[in-house]
């Protein structure tokens, strides 16, 4: 995905730290955080599956890694980031669509207020 996003001229930090998360694609400017999650290790509600040992373990992990995520997302919403969440089993075109029309609308509302305080 990462290869697909910078052959369409979009740049990136990856594994930036910030709101006490790691994110994977981080779009800086624009506050757009993008999150590729495993379906097992994030709990995804149509792919995840159940370990075959030591699974009391593993639920009490995967539901701790779910709520995890529920509140760094929180956190970094509450700090102007918009939140993308790419489960593994997503196809990469869909992936990057709703990346880059994340981008384009991130872009769009930058470029609206930078219009709307040139006017004051």
Not at 12 to 41: H, M, P, Q, S
Not at 52 to 76: F, G, M, P, T
């Amino acid at each position: 995905m990462r290869r697909a996003l910078f052959a369409m001229g979009y740049r990136y930090r990856i594994d930036l730290c910030r709101e006490g998360t790691r994110i994977d694609i981080a779009f800086v400017n624009l506050k757009l955080a993008v999150f590729c999650d495993g379906c097992f290790w994030h709990g995804c509600p149509a792919h995840g599956t159940r370990a075959k040992h030591n699974s009391d373990y593993w639920d009490r992990k995967i539901a701790e890694n779910v709520k995890r995520d529920c509140r760094l997302r929180s956190r970094l919403r509450r700090a102007g980031w918009k939140v993308i969440r790419v489960w593994e089993h997503d196809s990469l075109d869909r992936a990057i669509d709703r990346v880059a029309r994340a981008l384009d609308q991130r872009q769009a509302q930058a470029r609206s207020f930078m219009q709307s305080i040139a006017f004051m």
